[in-house]
């Protein structure tokens, strides 16, 4: 493996160490970062300025599920002895999501007002909606289980926290796809292709059937959420968490180097006479992106950073405006459709989602983003800010366009997986041995969206405890 060099020159510099250098501060890490905290361990994440300092809501995911009684979310932040208090502030929400087409707006969430609402839109007859809506409930409860097991992702503790009374019965036709959603009717494929493409995080592969199962069926188990406050965002959660177990975060603006110093792997900060060692460290950002802002990417960099750039990646919108501009029975999460007939990629599938504003209790923050071809990421933020500006008529003069800093290499999008590889199949998560490095492949588990960030978090916390022991 082509590794890791010493520092150009030692004389001088200052060698400051923790247990874990965690670089990137995207959920995985996060969740990872807590979990060893929890061990006593010295954590330090290092994030880049610019991704630190843009608006929390731009890093938050679409949709949070699992937060009821037995769900992985719910799993997790007890787990990591995340405060009450803290766990109030998520809130359960009836309505996961609206689907906005030309001519309707889907309400989804409740499994029996889903079901209505295919019938009343006229995309199932009522038998066929409520025989979906069963069989997807199934296959969510089957694949939920499978998750636990998976070695990719496998859950240690959660295995028995994430049990719950009220749990489906495993679905009789075994994983994957019910008969129902596998082959839809015209008029329900597109409603379902895409939920798919809002709820995954994958820009242009299919989910496996496996991944669309859970990906359908868990907005439906009755656990969504939504932070209440601005202060209160998921990220902001697990930060007070990891700072409370004396974690650290730090920021870095310019160009730096991956360096190892006696078999202990660090960053060494350009302009600096401080290099931050770690007995492990582990990357938790984009390994292309990361490898495009290495001081020494010019002289290839570390092998385990070797990969083929991503040609699309996230456009987001953030708009700023009273309240009153929201319409009465718009949900706080919403997923806009151009054309049912075109198909679900691009600027085709919008998400919009509704945040408290820091700014005041009167002001809202909705953040709107769709994965686009890099080459037209310009044109598909325009194209976001009409979308949301359509479903808000009277919004002229009283919601604006915020400025977002651009970001290099602690992107929150992860990408697509090679081809034949991804969820269901397994992960490498260590990487290297001498010295200690692990890497977050947060495109392995993209396909199951919100839930395969905190899995892998928490997989990566109990290989990496495990090895740091």
Known sequence: MRGMRAPNSTAGLRARRWDAIILGGALPGLIAAARLGMDGQRILVVEEEGAMRQHPALREPFHLTGCGSGGILDACLRALTVPLIDRKKIEADPVAYQLVFPHAR???????????????????????????????????????????????????????????????????????????VAAPSPALAPVLDAQVRALSQLSESTPPPEARARLLGSVLEGSSAFLSTAEGELRGLLRRRIQALFGEFRQVSGRFQLVVMGNAPGIAVEGSHDVW????????????????????????????????????????????????????????????????????????????CVHPSPQGSDLVDLVGSSIVPEASTSAAEDQIEAAARALMPFSEGVLRREPIRAVQWDEDWPGDPAPGEGWPGDAEIRVSSRPPIYVLPRESVASLGFEGDVLLGWRAGDVIRADVA
């Not at 492990?280 to 390994?287: E, F, G, T």
């Not at 020494?296 to 009153?324: E, I, M, N, Y």
């Not at 999460?333 to 151009?338: L, Q």
Request: aromatic share 2%; charged share 25%; proline share 7%.
């Open 106 to 180: 889907m309400d989804v969430g409740d499994p029996q007002a889903t079901a209505d609402e295919l019938v009343c839109w006229g995309f199932a007859k009522p038998e066929e909606a409520r025989e979906l809506v069963r069989a997807l409930l199934e296959a969510a409860a089957a694949e939920r289980a499978a998750m636990l097991e998976a070695s990719v992702v496998r859950a240690g503790g959660l295995r028995a926290l994430a049990r719950g009374a009220t749990t489906p019965r495993p679905a009789r036709h075994g994983r994957g796809l019910p008969l129902e």
């Open 277 to 352: 060692l770690g007995r492990v460290l582990i990357v938790n950002a984009p390994r292309s992106a990361l490898a495009a802002a290495l001081a020494d990417s010019a002289g290839g960099g570390p092998s385990f950073l070797d990969g083929t750039p991503p040609t699309r990646r996230r456009a987001r919108v953030l708009l700023r405006g009273r309240r009153s501009v929201l319409p009465e029975g718009m949900a706080r999460r919403v997923v806009c459709v151009g054309d049912l007939r075109q198909p679900m990629e691009g600027t085709n599938v919008i998400t919009l």
